[in-house]
């Protein structure tokens, strides 16, 4: 059985200095502008994906190169999530931006009193937006009003949902569902995790940067062990069908699912002077995914970005 603390043990495998890459469809992406490093990535199409660093400058690449999107936010971006092209929702400091394709909007997130510092958005449209904050407040907008609610502890991770009246938010301690009136917290054998994701309401899952996952099936939650020949630990996740998974985590580990279990696709060469860290993943399609994160290194931190095109 693995260590539970995850970079403490990519940390102690990096120092023993044996093993290899793994992977080779995922390549390393060093043509994007040099940054301390990704917090989220949005891939829309093979030749527009978005890139999240905390700053107010979003690298977008075309295809071919990548160029700045600058974004109206004194406080940055720190996230990121889309229903199409056209309706693009941003963390964008003490509030939730809103992008049409052509205008940043602002979405007034204040009105729900006590959320600021936005590190999470989701929604099923524009009335029925969600976002969390550094604190236990939850923030709803209807299309005309925010509310907010105090749901699980001050330390949000997460949220996501699969349509209007079903949202699973996980922070560092537990996971909460909302049911369209009530909020519920789920016991989970894994506490807290990273990120709640899913392919639909019978396959949702939560990844905690460990080696324990949780997994519902739309009956009951159980729990995934990736296996103890894994180098690195699951922190995100994104896939295009619910047998075809990808993950991201630790020590520039990358998972996939087949529907049964998690496989290690690929790891950094242990006994690099540096430790990888991936932090989101996102795909347009089964053959174009982008995992994004930070690099740490005598140096400090550098921007980390990985792509797979087999």
Do not use: K
């Amino acid at each position: 059985m693995r260590s539970r603390f995850p970079l403490a043990a990519a940390t102690l495998y990096l120092a023993l200095g044996c093993g290899s890459d793994a992977g080779d469809d995922w390549s390393r992406v060093s043509s994007a502008p040099q940054t301390f490093g990704y917090l989220d990535v949005w891939a829309f199409a093979d030749d527009d994906v978005w890139l999240i660093d905390g700053t107010a400058t979003i690298q977008r690449y075309d295809g071919e190169g990548f160029s700045a999107l600058e974004v109206p936010s004194a406080g940055g971006v720190a996230c990121i999530y889309a229903i199409s092209e056209t309706e693009v929702y941003l963390c964008g400091g003490d509030d939730v931006l809103v992008y049409d394709g052509t205008n940043f909007t602002p979405m007034g997130v204040s009105e729900a009193r006590g959320l600021d510092g936005i590190s999470g958005v989701w929604a099923s449209g524009p009335d029925d937006v969600w976002a969390i904050g550094s604190d236990a407040i939850v923030a709803h907008f209807d299309g005309t009003t925010w509310t907010g609610t105090i749901v699980g502890s001050p330390f949000p991770s997460s949220i996501w949902g699969t349509g209007a009246g079903e949202v699973y938010l996980v922070d560092t301690f537990e996971l909460n569902q909302y049911d369209g009136s009530t909020w519920t917290e789920i016991d989970l054998d894994t506490g807290g995790g990273e990120q709640v994701w899913g392919t639909g309401p019978d396959d949702v899952w939560v990844m905690t940067d460990s080696y324990e996952l949780a997994h519902f099936d739309g009956t009951s939650w159980e729990l995934v062990e990736t296996g103890d020949d894994f180098v690195g630990d699951l922190a995100a996740v994104w896939g295009p069908e619910p047998d075809d998974l990808w993950a991201a985590g630790t020590a520039g580990s990358v998972a996939r699912y087949n529907g049964s279990s998690w496989n290690e696709v690929r790891h950094q060469r242990i006994g690099a002077p540096y430790l990888q860290q991936l932090v989101a993943i996102h795909g347009s399609s089964a053959t174009n995914i982008w995992a994004v994160g930070t690099q740490l290194g005598e140096g400090g931190g550098q921007g980390l970005i990985f792509r797979y095109q087999p």
